[in-house]
């Protein structure tokens, strides 16, 4: 169509205006959206990590560790607890040049040898991770020098630390354990609760059995940083977590302080004694005492010998330190000789062989037996002796206790295999099956780290040859269980082993009448601080034992008479003693060592409170070296005025 007269040619009209105005826009939505298509493909799906990233480069977590739980012994006392200590210490970063230097200087500041400071700072009982602690407890002047010179000791800091302290030394070191930095299979497990590399957590003892109660749930802080990790904000605390609870031990310090005081003085008078057989002094390694109530199977005492100064955990052990503690030389201290020592139970052990003879039709307890001083043992007629061959006459079980009549569990466990020999399996292990009921042969239960000894019996000892003998006659003859094997067990001898709390266990199980207890040495839970009990450990009854109340009875005063009959293997021990005394002396042989010295009681004697056991390994005869020290140890807690190391003197003067 053409133009109006008079329009210009080239004007449009206003629909086309329109047109041409939809298709611009529409061109230009096409662009945005290709361009907007192009960021997203280019930034969009980063954008989350970008943010998260950007998020945790903002922001830190704080971790601050607040106190261990005390542990405390039934009085209250303070057996161990955390404190503030100064310390100085030195950053892992420097050159071996500026390290040697650096130790140098403070050498002379601190007024502390540098072989001590080298081997603080190179101990493998210290992170890594962190800076060495090289000194504690640096006193204020010394810690004010090393501040105000700071530019001359670089990497050298000044702070603050919380160390696990305790206060009486040595007391209890084996029942209370230590701290360390917790290891990479540590880690492994208790990772899921909260546990962090660089955490110390308890490594032994009560410190460890008790690991959950004692550590306090640590306090959580939020801080902003910049992106270098500069804080540009206060810290906010998310989580302020809670100090660890206090645990009350059944441990009396007053009477564990005696026995490790009379266990020592024992095993330093034995090794002034000669071996009339060798000729020489006897050795006296190591030793143990274990006061147990006989009534809930609470420990009262337990020491172990020899023994270390917990303090040298304080802060990190050193490396000399930490290889002394492991070393032949010194005796292994860190082992708890009454839960971990495995040692021949020798006559202590006829506890148990009494009880099976009669349960099992063996010999009554009446039944009288004539002691001629020896015996011969076996096909092949082998003579077995009393102690110097001594002849006790006729004597039934009670009296056979009383003397310790050799003889008579020799025949007594003869029989035994006669038995099992024919064919009567089950009461030919009867002296095992009693030994068993009585807890030998496996752990006690108690909360400290213990080994289950070893009860000896036809199938342990074929197993054990085959283990470590070739095939051939040699082995299926010493893999074959021999009269002499059974007469062995019978006294405690050949392949038994025992640890000095399970013959306490057995003793008070007898002596309270049939029940077996589990011992414990943790009394209460207390929230920080405070008295506020928040769990009672109960005594936890193990099994009921049924014994011929005959039987019993006779070997209930077979027992006392051990102390009271002047013919009694403990008679002279105790001699003068007002408190009644009930017992079993032993003395375990051992080939190619001096004999180990038992001693196993109760007291009172009819009323029983308290069982006592003493044990020397190499210390000779039990009336001689572990029967005295029991003597001390129950004279300081019948007589509480006699305290620490002057109930030593007043026993020495009682019993020699």
């Known amino acids: 169509m053409a133009p109006a007269r008079g329009e210009p040619p080239f004007l449009m009209s206003d629909n086309s205006r329109v047109r041409v105005s939809l298709v611009g826009v529409v061109i230009v939505a096409l662009f945005a959206s290709l361009f907007a298509r192009l960021w997203f493909l280019q930034v969009g799906p980063e954008q989350s990590t970008l943010d998260a990233r950007i998020a945790s480069l903002t922001s830190r977590q704080i971790r601050n560790d607040l106190p261990r739980g005390r542990i405390l012994d039934v009085n209250g006392n303070v057996l161990a607890q955390d ?23 403070l050498s002379e500041v601190l007024g502390i040898e540098l072989k001590k400071l080298e081997a603080a700072y190179n101990s493998d009982r210290q992170s890594v991770l962190k800076p060495a602690v090289v000194a504690l407890d640096v006193a204020p002047d010394k810690r004010f020098l090393l501040v ?21 030394k040595t007391l209890a070191a084996q029942v209370l354990g230590y701290t360390g930095e917790i290891d990479a299979d540590q880690l492994k497990k208790m990772k899921d609760r909260g546990y962090v590399a660089g955490d110390f957590v308890g490594r032994a003892g009560v410190e460890a059995a008790y690991e959950k109660q004692l550590r306090g749930t640590p306090q959580i802080q939020t801080v902003q940083v910049d992106p270098t990790g500069k804080a540009v904000s206060e810290p906010v605390t ?45 050795k006296a390694t190591e030793g143990a005492v274990v006061v147990l109530n006989a009534r809930d199977g609470s420990v009262a005492a337990m020491a172990s010998w020899p023994n270390y100064d917990l303090q040298w955990w304080e802060g990190g052990i050193q490396t000399d330190r930490f290889a002394y503690l492991n ?3 010194s005796g292994y201290p860190l082992v708890n000789r009454a839960t971990e020592g495995q040692y021949a139970a020798g006559s202590t052990f006829k506890l148990v062989t009494g009880l099976a003879e ?5 010999r009554g307890a009446f039944e009288p037996y004539n002691d001629t001083g020896s015996v011969l043992i076996g096909a092949d007629q082998v003579r077995k002796e009393n102690d110097n061959g001594v002849e006790n006459g006729i004597v039934d079980l009670s009296r056979a206790l009383t003397v310790s009549s050799d003889t008579y569990f020799y025949t007594v466990g003869e029989q035994f295999w006669f038995a099992g020999n024919r064919g009567e399996t089950e009461r030919g292990l009867g002296i095992q099956t009693q030994a068993k009921e009585l807890g030998f042969g496996t752990t006690t239960g108690i909360e400290l780290g213990e080994m289950p000894g070893r009860i000896p019996d036809p199938d342990w000892k074929r197993k054990f040859v085959e283990a470590n003998y070739p095939p051939g006659p040699e082995r299926d003859e010493r893999s074959t269980w021999y009269p002499g094997d059974a007469v062995n067990l019978s006294v405690g001898q050949g392949d038994v082993s025992v640890t000095p709390l399970q ?29 506020k009990v928040l769990e009672r450990i109960a005594p936890k009854p193990r099994a009921q034992r049924q014994f011929d109340q005959a039987t019993w009875t006779q070997m209930y005063t077979g027992f006392r008479n051990v102390v009271a009959d002047e013919k009694g293997t403990a008679h002279q021990a105790f001699l003068g003693f007002p408190i009644p005394v009930a017992g079993k002396t032993g003395t375990a042989q051992v080939e190619g060592k001096d004999p180990t010295s038992l001693f196993a009681s109760w007291f009172p004697a009819d009323n029983p409170e308290y069982v006592v056991v003493a044990l020397v390994k190499e210390g000779g005869k039990g009336a001689q070296t572990a029967a005295p020290i029991v003597r001390r140890v129950i004279e300081a807690i019948e007589n509480p005025a006699i305290k620490d190391a002057g109930i030593i003197e007043a026993a020495e003067r009682g019993q020699d």
């Open 83 to 105: 404190r503030a200590a100064w310390a100085v210490t030195v950053d892992r970063d420097l050159t071996e040049d500026a390290r040697t230097k650096i130790l140098g200087q």
């Open 148 to 168: 105000e010179r700071q530019d001359e000791f670089p990497g050298v800091h000044v702070q603050e630390l919380t160390v696990r302290t305790y206060p009486n």
């Open 238 to 282: 998310t989580s302020t977590g809670s100090p660890g609870k206090d645990v009350v031990l059944t441990i009396d310090s007053r009477v564990q302080r005696v026995a490790e005081g009379a266990l020592e003085q024992g095993i330093m008078s034995a090794r002034t004694r000669v071996n009339d057989d060798t000729g020489l002094k006897y």
């Open 327 to 329: 070393n032949a030389l």
């Open 358 to 362: 009669t349960r099992f039709g063996i």
């Open 503 to 531: 013959l306490a266990n057995a003793f008070a199980c007898f002596a309270n009448n049939g029940t077996l207890l589990t011992p414990h040495v943790g009394a209460e839970i207390r929230a920080a601080g405070s008295k």
